[in-house]
């Protein structure tokens, strides 16, 4: 730009002394070239530092771009990743649901199995119970039959006859225990009481006597003559009242006989009736 410059000075200065009809055309020439040169050049700079802010901003967006896809790697990666033990804990849920299946239908098989074990043995157990009912049956008939047959052997001492037993009523009054050897001594014992029918029957000889019931051997515990627990019970309300202050009430007697709940427990040293009962043999 400054030889150009130079050179239209130069023919600027020699056209100035040439002839008068190329004057003023050489030097709108020479302005033209001198514009033209120093235009370019301005434009040139212009362009180039624009070029540069481009490059610039293309390295910069490039550099962002190798960012994001660094990232988006990482990140597609890591997915990835993701994606495989998904997968795999597929795979295994898979699996356990497949075994879970298996075990269930085991399961139900063994059900079905024993359901139908379960039936048959209440089949069996249906027809053992209609079988002791039936066996029940005749020992009640094969009793009955016994004091039927023979009822003087009883009756003429003063015994009653009930659902199999027969029973005595005394007319002397004894303590518990002398009470009960007297039944033993009639091959007897206290009378046990097992059923509504039988506490009814037992009301109805309208009398206060010992029954043969007692709590001697553990305060509490009652037991039958027989060793059994007591299991159906008639006590009056508030009894058994167990001792009182000083007074051990370990044997029960059949109190007021006039209500169903009639049982109280008392001393075993007082002296009452009592009765016995005698299981017949078959
Ligand atoms: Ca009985
Ligand atoms: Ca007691
Ligand atoms: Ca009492």
């Known amino acids: 730009a400054v030889v150009l410059g130079l050179l239209c000075l130069l023919l600027l200065t020699g056209l100035m002394t040439s002839v008068c009809l190329c004057e003023y055309f050489c030097l709108f020439i020479c302005l033209f070239m001198c514009q033209t040169v120093t235009k370019g050049n301005s434009e040139w700079e212009t362009e180039m530092v624009q070029l540069q802010t481009s490059y610039t901003n293309l390295t910069r967006e490039s550099d962002q771009l190798q960012t994001s896809y660094t990232n988006l790697t990482r990140e597609r990666d890591q997915l990835q990743t993701s994606y495989t033990n998904l997968t795999r804990e ?11 299946i298996n075990a269930l239908d085991m399961l139900q098989k063994r059900v079905e199995e024993l359901a139908k074990k379960r039936n048959d043995l209440q089949g069996k157990i249906r027809g053992n119970c209609l079988f002791l009912n039936f066996i029940v049956r005749i020992n009640n008939l094969n009793l009955t039959y016994c004091y039927l047959s023979n009822p003087n052997q009883y009756t003429k001492q003063g015994w009653l006859y009930f659902s199999g037993s027969v029973y005595y009523i005394s007319s002397l009054k004894k303590s518990w225990l002398e009470s009960r050897e007297d039944c ?6 206290l009378v046990i009481i097992s059923s509504e029918e039988e506490q009814n029957f037992v009301r109805n000889f309208l009398k206060h006597m010992w029954i043969g019931l007692t709590d001697r051997e553990t305060e509490g515990r009652w037991k039958w003559v027989d060793g059994t627990p007591l299991t159906k019970s008639f006590w009056m309300p508030l009894e058994p009242n167990r001792h009182q202050l000083l007074r051990d009430e370990d044997c029960a007697e059949m109190s007021n006989y006039y209500l169903e709940n009639s049982w109280n427990d008392d001393q075993c040293e007082h002296k009452k009736m009592w009765t016995c009962e005698k299981i017949l043999p078959l």
């Open 90 to 100: 597929r795979d295994q849920l898979q699996t356990s649901n497949t075994n879970l």
């Open 184 to 189: 033993v001594q009639r091959s007897a014992d």
